[in-house]
């Protein structure tokens, strides 16, 4: 026999606003930050011409990749059938459609004319792998509207399946465009790989996954709402496997990189003597990042423990924006090799490794488009049935044995 | 204080001005509200102000600089009958108290500013003939395509050319 | 009828400003391209029957002379505000040292105006584009600053405008939030002039620098090409460069 799942929204009251307030502040701040930015030019910030691309654009692609990561759980009750996620569908769209409006929030308010958006919307080259993006991201956010919508209207359930599987397709097509921003850069040392597509593909379902679980525990403890070890265990084992999909990941890239003679020099700095960078990627990105949130997540004790599933979820996700960190800045600091076998130097800082360092309002900025995301998902799931009432273990697997 | 026949007054003129009623004249109304346009320092001809007609310069000066623009940038084409350059040589002072384009005295601004308009394009272009915007850079010989109001050095023949293919 | 009149009324007029204005180009000589004969009316679009081109002779670059450099940033008022790290440069003296031999040289870097410009692929709007002639612009009339085009830039030939400008030069028009780079001064290109660091390494007489039409078998910089080996900087890229080096 089948249960119907019951949804319904959280409830007003002080609890809610002074969230939706603590919250507001960093969207403020966030705001804020842009408006100096933009007022004084670029100079105020750490990004120069040599790191083209700085904090901000680690919070948004972070932000972006997660988001259709975070779509995943929807896509495995959808798609995959797996009825004991089918709860949690909705929540996953929302939280979706959040994490990518709060990255491109970022990535505009970033720009040097963030007054010509129309521009960007008005204005294509159909080459440029950045407007396909636009397109992408703009899509995204109606499919899933669309797929949330067929999951919450009664008469539209049947159409869940084909919604579902075509923002699942959506979504992986959205993440390689994300991916190849970096990786058709033919210019520079770190990029020029394919490999980034489906790794990015692979680092959205990990830190869209560890986000959700966050965001999952949090709403159904302030909304008092039983949320069972069932589920919780499933997700936690899940992210352990995006976990070590990602590492694998990784090491491809390096060892593709460490075989080839002309990558010798940006391997040698991202994983030797590259200072910041090297000690992200081994202490925070390796270490912090997936090596202990998987023994975390994996290990007996811990693992039985929500306190420690959180934990390991919030590692995952400073690993995370350490690995783009690295990959972003870390790609730009290594010189271009224009001159193979020569020293060069210049007034324009050729041959050098670049400095760079993250500058307040970058910082401030980049927290902003996740105080965007998080307010979305807050405003949103107190306007309309999106976390269910209860996900007791009995709810969410009916031959759940107590 | 204006009372509301007053204030209905300014509104129609402002229109029947904004559609090109009304002659240049009525524009410089000491003491009123209207915005006061300075003079150009040269006219196009005997019988005409601008490079088109005034009433049509006043409506759609805008689409004629944008349509340069586009043929400058991506064609090439430098022809100064249209060109930026030149509505800023011709209608901005050389000297070195002209006024910017954040002044109301702006020839460009009066009228913006009485219009409730706002352009970007004096973030990046010279809003006065250069002569008098940056003396600096320009120290020691003046680079003869920067003479305001004269046309950019080009060899006899191109200018030829160019006058020839209009006639 | 009387439009047309006034036209011409109106070009004669500016005609006499030029004249002393041509008087004065006529005692520098060399500023004038070999190709004035074929010389591009104004209201004429360019074609891609021209390439333009530029053969840099590293050999004949002096080490420490700025002169290039110094004629650019003159000649588009990109004036510095202190920061080397955001300042803008357009073009810029490089200094090699093989590491294994020791041997020096120096070169002027520019933008290369690829015939098949990275930063054109990828420019989201097509800000960044090129022109029939074959030289590569930024159209700041639709950039949105995303600066996707300097990451994709093999070269580092471009600049992205960190703060306020004032007092630009009207032939270079640029602005803060904009990317810019090296237009192989184009405002002098379509008046039949050679770019300014072109022409400040002739007046030294350095000559390391040519600049012409590579599609036109006869000019000099053509039978330069075809007499002298010479190549691109990352011509493993394959993106047929309109700036040759010679000596390196």
Known sequence: MKQQIQFREIDGGMRFYSLLGFIGLFVLAGLGAAYFMEHNGHHVTGMTNQIIWGTPHVFAVFLIVAASGALNVASISSVFGKTPYKPLARLSGLLAIALLVGGLAVLVLDLGRPDRLIVAMTYYNFKSIFAWNIILYIGFIAIVAVYIWMMMERRMNHFTKLAGLFAFIWRLILTTGTGSIFGFLVAREAYDAALMAPMFIIMSFSFGLAIFILVLMAACKWSDRPLGNLIVYRLKNLLGVFIASVLYFVMVYHLTNLYITEHHGVERFILLDGGVYTNLFWFVQILLGSLVPLALLYHPATGKSRGWIGIASLLVIIGGLAQMYIIIIGGQ?????????????????????????????????????????????????????????????????????? | MLNPMQKILHILLALSMAAGLLPASAWAGGGSLLPVVPEAQDRFSETQGCVEPTDEMRRNHMEHILHQRDETVYRGIRTKQYSLEQCINCHVSDTPDAPRYSSEEHFCNSCHTYAAVRIDCFQCHADRPVKSSNPQTLSGQMKSDMQPSALSAMPHQALATEVISHE | MSDSANIDTYRRRFLGGTATALAGLSVAPGVFLHEVARARPADEAVTSDVRWGMLIDTNKCANGCNDCVTACNEEHGLTGHGRPETDAQWIRKVELRDKQTGHTQSLPLLCQHCEHPPCVDVCPTGASFKRADGIVLVDKHICIGCRYCMMACPYKARSFIHEDLQDQLPHAPRGKGTVESCTFCVHRVDNDRTPACVEACTAENHNAMVFGDINDPDSDISKQLKQHSSRQIRADLDLNTGVRYRGI
């Open chain 1, 333 to 402: 600091a290594y010189p271009l090799e224009l001159f193979p076998g020569m020293e060069v130097t210049s007034s324009f800082f050729d041959g050098g490794i670049n400095a760079y360092v993250p500058s307040l309002p970058e910082v401030v900025l980049g927290v902003g488009g996740i105080a965007i995301a998080l307010a979305a998902v807050v405003i949103g799931t107190r306007v309309l049935g999106f976390l269910p009432v209860s996900l007791a273990d009995d709810q969410v697997d009916p031959h759940h044995a107590a």
